[in-house]
């Protein structure tokens, strides 16, 4: 049977045509800290992140608690991990819509049968990884982000999403994704977004004041 997609769910379909490189670029670039840096730049530590994530070693099981519950869509997320105590919320709400997600825009050779919760899981494991131990000053070094140099010493800075990018790579080769998860996020982000256009404004007063 074929289905008949929305705007759009054609306009998120049609992403699939940019590479994982221009996805960890722009999530690069929706960073604050990163205004104003060259895209070209971007891209280099996007490919860089990722083909570190891609080399990590296999991920020791999760320490953290894992919890299902709705509410990802409302916030925009499949997972996320909270501290104190060590847990891992999975949204179950948002994990349904988007392997349904997949199913309608025919992506299910790129994403196999449930594999977005278990990419959520070990996008999770892939950042205990990364904030500890040799994790992630070898992120840093793979970067080559200098921010100070004395004699034959180099001082790697933090890059802000670089983290994230390495995650996602991390979590495709384990769950045996055909495409980061970066693309998954960012079309299951344009089909749930509301309409643009006055519909979605608050109603103003004669001044032009957002009415309360």
């Given at each position: 049977m074929t289905l008949t997609l929305t705007p759009a769910e054609r306009a998120a379909r049609d992403l699939a045509?940019?590479?994982?490189?221009?996805?960890?670029?722009r999530l690069l670039?929706?960073?604050p800290v990163h205004e104003g840096r060259d895209h070209a730049l971007l891209r280099a530590w996007a490919a860089a992140a990722a083909d570190f994530g891609r080399s990590l070693p296999p991920a020791p099981p999760l320490a953290a608690?894992?919890?299902?519950?709705?509410?990802?869509?409302?916030?925009?997320?499949?997972?996320?991990?909270?501290s104190r105590p060590a847990t891992v919320e999975l949204y179950t709400d948002a994990i349904a819509a988007a392997e349904?997600?997949?199913d309608r825009l025919g992506w299910r050779a790129l994403y196999p049968e449930s594999s977005v919760r278990a990419a959520a899981l070990a996008h999770e494991?892939?950042?205990e990884q990364l904030h500890h131990g040799a994790g992630k000053a070898g992120l840093k070094r793979a970067l080559g982000h200098v921010v100070l140099s004395l004699g034959g010493r180099r001082v790697?800075?933090?890059?802000?999403?670089a983290d994230e990018i390495a995650a996602h790579a991390r979590a495709a080769r384990e769950a045996g994704l055909g495409r980061s998860p970066l693309l998954l996020a960012e079309a299951l982000a344009a089909t749930a977004a509301p309409p643009p256009g006055p519909a979605t404004e608050q109603p103003r007063d004669r001044r032009g004041r957002r009415r309360k």
């Open positions: 045509a940019l590479d994982d490189t221009e996805f960890g670029a670039a929706s960073s608690r894992v919890v299902e519950r709705d509410g990802g869509l409302a916030l925009g997320m499949l997972a996320r991990y909270r349904d997600l997949v494991a892939a950042h790697y800075g933090h890059v802000a999403g």
